[in-house]
């Protein structure tokens, strides 16, 4: 029990996903955390104090200026909490936070609080989309503070999109992974590819992929909160290269292989999240020229970086991925036993919500013996997670196949 003995301070805002701030304190009660919680005034026009109050043996404060005996309420709550939890946090809390406004308990508390903060958004999904909140998101993650992304689906307001609160789950996992797991993987060297590779054609074209580097960044980014010693090799992507991690930049399948392979030998664990091109153009140089007839490319096949590396593999734990259109399972066993991997994360490129450029998952873990987990549909940041967790049971079990 990673939080078992932590002081969580749990900040419920007023949005309809305020009642499933009871779930939450309750899960984090029962796992031994000490939970204080703070309510907006709007949060208890959804739930009422006496029902957290009763589920967490503590007061619940929401009013700045209750008279009471002791210090001062904000500063005090600051100092005791380790982690800060504001969940449900509605587009009000975001803005008040990124603007630095304090004129309720529950914001006033988030300015005096220098710790982690694990900010769990639920709201309308036009209003999650709205490029204002989606701004103030982006200048809270710069600033450090942590964001779990809401789930897709039908919302209580009848529309469909982003805008639920993260399953309870999700979130005791973030909490475990910012306060008591990070660490675990602390002493470990990890290797991460992400991205696209670009092939050229020409001096001025090339063919490419779809490939955001958005999941193998995710991995990158969880594994440096966890302590491990990450370098990351990634091809053009629009994504900032998380903090923690030592970056080198590459473009195409010849030159993530030369990249790779001068990390190699220095990792314990490879992760390649990275949509190589299987194949790259014999280039020509100058610029191809307009013409009246089809033109005719000639392709040839880059290495294959996974399988090589899979060869060579020792003692390291080597992680691959795979994109599927049809008989996922069969074929990431395949793969993982062709190409020397402990595990492909295999996902289905045609189902909604997996796959390239968006934020979620729905991926198999499929094992070189023939075992398969399919897992469901979570943040990419969520599956990085479950990834690093898989890294940590295979390095108990000895990878050594190679
Ligand atoms: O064979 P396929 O391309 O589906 O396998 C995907 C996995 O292999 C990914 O982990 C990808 O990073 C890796 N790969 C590679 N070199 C290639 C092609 C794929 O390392 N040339």
């Known amino acids: 029990m990673i939080l078992a003995g932590r002081r969580v301070i749990l900040g419920v805002a007023g949005g309809i996903a305020a009642y499933k701030a009871a779930e939450i304190a309750g899960t984090l009660v029962k796992q031994g955390v000490e939970v204080r919680v703070i309510m907006t005034r709007a949060a208890q026009e959804f739930i009422t104090p006496l029902t957290l ?22 500063i005090e709550a600051a100092r005791w909490g380790e982690a800060f939890l504001i969940a449900p946090a509605t587009a009000n809390i975001i803005g008040k936070m990124a603007a630095g406004i304090g004129d309720d308990l529950l914001s006033t508390i988030v300015l005096a609080f220098d710790r982690p903060v694990l900010v769990c958004p639920a709201m309308n999904v036009t209003m999650y989309k709205n490029p204002v909140v989606q701004r103030n998101i982006q200048a809270l993650s710069a600033l450090g503070y942590y964001f779990i992304e809401p789930g897709s689906g039908r919302l209580a307001c009848g529309e469909e999109g982003p805008g639920r609160l993260a399953p309870t789950a999700e979130i005791v996992a973030r909490l475990e992974s910012i306060l008591g797991g990070s660490g675990d993987l602390g002493g470990l060297k990890m290797l991460i590819t992400a991205g696209p590779t670009r092939e050229p054609l020409d001096s001025v074209r090339y063919i490419s992929n779809r490939s955001s580097g958005k999941m193998g960044y995710a991995v990158a980014k969880a594994a440096a909160e966890r302590g491990a010693d990450v370098v990351l090799v990634s091809g053009p992507v629009a994504l900032s290269p998380p903090d923690g991690v030592n970056v080198v930049f590459v473009e195409t399948a010849q030159e993530m292989h030369l990249a790779v392979n001068r990390h190699f030998e220095w990792c314990d664990v490879v992760v390649k999240a990275a949509a190589v091109a299987d194949y790259r153009v ?12 089809p033109l005719t490319l000639t392709l040839e096949p880059n290495p294959d970086i996974l399988r090589d590396l899979g060869e060579r593999k020792g003692r390291r734990v080597i992680i691959g991925f795979a994109a599927e259109t049809e008989q996922l399972e069969t074929r990431a066993v395949e793969k993982a036993r062709n190409k020397g991997a402990d595990l492909i994360v295999a996902n289905d490129v045609t189902r909604p919500g ?3 450029d968006v934020d979620t998952n729905i991926a198999v873990f499929a094992y070189p013996d023939g075992r398969t987990v399919p897992l469901p549909l979570m943040t990419k940041s969520a599956l990085a997670h479950r990834i690093l967790d898989q890294v940590l049971d295979l390095r108990e079990d000895g990878a050594d196949n190679g």
């Open 53 to 74: 109050q009763t589920i967490t043996s503590h007061e619940v404060a929401s009013d700045m200026f209750t008279p009471r005996s002791g210090g001062v309420a904000h």
């Open 282 to 293: 014999q280039a020509q140089p100058g610029k191809i020229k307009k013409g009246a007839t």
């Open 354 to 356: 997996a796959g390239f």
